[in-house]
């Protein structure tokens, strides 16, 4: 991964949402399982939104158009 790719604004929303959430379960305001809850909606939606991305662009054969 390039640094380019850091720069789209979903990679953006996803890192800032990780050091917000670290900092207020750091400081108190989030519970450990809250934080959990809220990371691993944050890096699933981010990773599975890279994997339809790299889905869509493979040619797997199945591919009936024109």
């Known amino acids: ?5 850091l720069l789209t604004v979903k ?5 800032v949402l990780t050091l ?3 900092y207020l379960s ?5 519970s450990a399982e809250q934080f ?4 691993t909606v944050i890096i699933g939606f981010y990773f599975g939104t890279q994997k339809a991305k790299d889905d869509y662009g493979k040619d797997d054969g199945t ?3 024109p």
Do not use: H, K, Q
Request: glycine content about 8%; cysteine-free.
């Open 26 to 30: 750091i400081v108190g305001n989030v």
């Open 11 to 15: 990679s953006i929303v996803t890192l």
């Open 1 to 5: 991964m390039n640094f380019r790719n």
């Open 20 to 22: 917000v959430f670290a």
């Open 63 to 65: 591919n009936t158009g």
């Open 36 to 39: 959990l809850t809220i990371f």
